[in-house]
Nanobody
């Protein structure tokens, strides 16, 4: 089992940047595939980015591709999401999640563990 705690959210102007962090407890962090998701008010939770256990393979949604970078540090039990050129439509609660399954990196239902989320607000 793993517990996930996000940080780094806040209020930023359009065009700005944020780096979100997600710290995990447990000794098996490197065995999990990890993802970042977001949920805006009145909308379903959506995939933002995912990363393999080693960090060598990453995946992004079309909405953030080219503006976001997901990375992980298995020695620090932490996964990061660097977001640049932020837009008002990026406003949402951002969640990190962990899963065992090798399939469906973008599928919400396949993730086993979730953090509590961190709010990102982008002003125009």
């Amino acid at each position: 089992q793993v517990q996930l705690v996000e940080s780094g959210g806040g209020l930023v102007q359009a065009g700005g940047s944020l780096r979100l962090s997600c710290a995990a407890s447990g000794r098996t962090f490197s065995s999990y595939r990890l993802g970042w998701f977001r949920q805006a008010p009145g909308k379903e939770r959506e995939f933002v980015a995912g990363i393999s256990r080693s960090g060598e393979s990453t995946s992004y949604s079309d909405s953030v591709k080219g503006r976001a970078t997901i990375s992980r540090d298995n020695a620090k039990n932490t996964v990061y999401l660097q977001m640049n050129s932020l837009k008002p439509e990026d406003t949402a609660v951002y969640y990190c999640a962990a899963k065992n399954s090798a399939f469906g990196i973008s599928r919400v239902a396949l993730y086993d563990y979730w953090g509590q989320g961190t709010q990102v607000t982008v002003s125009s």
